[in-house]
């Protein structure tokens, strides 16, 4: 299978939530790679990883959305809760000695890319009109640097 690429029309604006958008795609070609190898302790490992970090992902883009007041924010969290719940169902299912890695790599595909393009990109505007201040914000101890560090250890 190929990896999946970056492309620019993916970029909310929002350089922080790219940068995570990236890393995700990063673990799933890591999953990719595993699958290819055939090392199911491997795939394991990069799905766990992927889910922990998607998890922290959605929790640190659900608490942008809250802390803009973001008028959408519940009907994204569901989005979210229900990715969240087929792709631990798909986990379950290949620890069960199950071969789902092919429609998970297409699942996390067709997901992430639709995802960013059409729901993130709707709340990505409302954030980079309210909180334009707080994103730049980088210093040690601002809302960026604090709020980044509760949802991903450095």
């Given amino acids: 299978m190929a990896h999946l690429v970056w492309s620019e029309d993916l970029n909310t604006g929002i350089d922080v939530i790219d940068a ?3 890393q995700i795609v990063g673990f799933i070609n890591q999953l990719d790679d595993a699958r ?3 090392d199911r302790k491997l ?3 990069v799905l766990d990883g992927l889910i922990d970090y998607t998890v922290a ?3 640190f ?4 959305m809250e802390d803009v007041g973001y008028a959408y924010l519940r009907p994204h969290q569901k989005v979210h809760e ?3 719940r087929r792709v631990s169902d798909m986990r379950d299912q290949f620890e069960r000695g199950e071969e789902v890695v092919d429609a998970l790599h297409s699942l996390l595909h067709r997901w992430l890319f639709n995802h960013i393009r059409h729901d ?15 994103l730049e914000d980088r210093q040690q101890g601002g809302w960026l640097s ?3 560090s509760r949802f991903f250890r450095r």
């Fill in 20 to 22: 995570q958008h990236r």
């Fill in 36 to 38: 290819s190898k055939g």
């Fill in 43 to 45: 795939v394991k490992d």
């Fill in 57 to 59: 992902h959605f929790s």
């Fill in 61 to 64: 883009e659900e608490t942008l």
């Fill in 82 to 84: 229900q990715f969240v």
């Fill in 120 to 134: 993130d990109d709707s709340y990505a505007k409302t954030v980079k009109g309210r909180m334009q201040k707080l």
């Fill in 146 to 148: 604090r709020t980044v």
